[in-house]
């Protein structure tokens, strides 16, 4: 493989844990926002 494919996979799998993590966090947001709405 060359230097720019390795690169390309490297940055795939870096965004594809971006969005697993933010989607982590989105679903967690969600949940905690439920306990925490009579706050706002």
């Not at 390795?6 to 439920?34: H, Y």
Request: hydrophobic letters at 15%.
């Amino acid at each position: 493989k060359t230097e720019e494919e390795l690169r390309n996979e490297r940055k795939r799998r870096q965004k594809q844990k971006q969005e697993e993590f933010q989607r982590m966090m989105r679903e967690q947001g969600l949940k905690s926002e439920e306990k925490t709405s009579n706050k706002f």
